[in-house]
């Protein structure tokens, strides 16, 4: 528990209440870094929390299962749920991935993400969009949608409709730290409300990546530290660890025109390169790279292997500010499948 107009911190040892006393723990500082990460959110459905650990996984469980299930539903869509769903299926379960919304990888360009899901529907995933998980009755996931009411037979059934902060029973709120949607704002400096006490990872819930909690902690040292330093989350690398990889930084096409700027699509067949089409036999990946007026990238996404080794060549393009010209002046190694950046570049400059 955190002490009021302090940063002293008490911990203790919940394996034992023989001897409290000699289990606490205080620490105390001059500033304070709030890390506390975050957790796999688990929906109020009904029969959900009663079965969770067991007939009911999370990301966490599923990785200890020793049986390849047979059936098994995937409630959510997003980041983890496709990768659960593609290591899955790659081992022959029958996957049916459960979504409400109209399109799976959640803010993964559009584009990708309907690529995505005709590839994995060809290798026998099936997807239910614009559909609800309502209950989990024996060996059996209840759905609901437009066209009615389903039971998806189950071995298993994989939660994962993402991570929620770990702000609860911290106490937090003894030093009126403000948090939005159960998660402790702050700013490009890594600050919170309170002086001297910053946040980063998880627990802040801007980009819950382990590569954005590196840099966040590397900002909030620097400030604490006297080096001015700041977040930059639109250089933010994503990568959806799929077969095909999909990878992305900066802008999409809908954020672009969801925020009014004036901007210039530009794709290229991955099939451009040598070593793509060398290494991916019947691959049909693309890459997408968006342009402001005067040609500066602002955004980048690519579906193809290996596209997370690739994509932040883009990050690197997106955080200095470069044209089409200056990112056709870079050499790139040949063969790579990274040439493809310059090719799709060189046809602006």
């Known amino acids: 528990l955190f002490k009021s107009n302090s940063f002293d911190i008490i911990i203790i040892d919940e394996a034992s209440q023989s001897d409290v006393s000699s289990l606490a723990i205080l620490y105390m500082g001059k500033k304070l870094i709030?890390?506390?990460?975050?957790?796999?959110?688990?929906?109020?459905?009904?029969?959900?929390?009663?079965?969770?650990?067991?007939?009911?996984?999370?990301?966490?469980?599923?990785?200890?299962?020793?049986?390849i299930p047979e059936k098994l539903p995937v409630i959510g869509g997003g980041v983890i749920g496709l990768e659960m769903a593609s290591y899955f299926n790659s081992i022959g379960t029958e996957v049916v991935v459960v979504e409400m919304l109209d399109r799976i990888g959640g803010p993964t360009d559009k584009e990708m993400s309907?690529?995505?899901?005709?590839?994995?529907?060809?290798?026998g995933v099936k997807f239910m969009l614009k559909t609800k998980a309502v209950a989990v009755n024996g060996s059996t996931l209840s759905v609901e949608n437009a066209e009615g009411k389903a039971e998806l037979k189950a071995d298993k059934i994989l939660?994962?409709?993402?991570?929620?902060?770990?702000?609860?029973?911290?106490?937090?709120e003894n030093i009126g730290l403000y948090m939005e949607r159960g998660a402790v704002v702050t700013d490009d400096q890594m600050k919170t409300n309170v002086a001297d006490v910053y946040a980063v990872g998880d627990v802040n819930g801007k980009s819950m990546l382990a590569h954005t909690a590196y840099r966040e902690a590397e900002v909030a040292v620097n400030n604490i530290t006297g080096k001015k330093d700041r977040m930059r989350y639109n250089v933010i690398p994503s990568v959806i660890y799929t077969n095909p990889e999909v990878s992305s930084v900066g802008e999409t096409e809908e954020t672009a025109k969801a925020k009014g700027l004036k901007y210039k699509v530009v794709k290229l067949p991955l099939q451009f390169a040598g070593r793509y089409i060398a290494e991916n036999e019947g691959g049909n990946g693309f890459l997408k790279m968006i342009f402001?007026?005067?040609?500066?990238?602002?955004?980048?996404?690519?579906?193809g292997n290996p596209s997370s080794e690739m994509i932040f060549g883009m990050a690197i393009a997106i955080t200095r500010k470069l044209n089409c010209a200056e990112i056709s002046k870079v050499v790139f190694p040949h063969p790579t499948v990274g040439e493809v950046f310059r090719e799709a570049a060189l046809n602006e400059a």
């Open 114 to 123: 309907e690529m995505l899901r005709g590839i994995y529907e060809k290798r």
């Open 159 to 172: 939660v994962a409709i993402g991570r929620r902060a770990n702000t609860a029973d911290m106490g937090y």
């Open 34 to 67: 709030i890390a506390t990460g975050s957790s796999s959110a688990v929906p109020p459905i009904p029969g959900v929390k009663e079965n969770l650990g067991g007939f009911v996984m999370t990301n966490r469980e599923v990785l200890d299962l020793t049986v």
């Open 292 to 303: 402001d007026p005067d040609k500066v990238l602002i955004g980048a996404a690519v579906i």
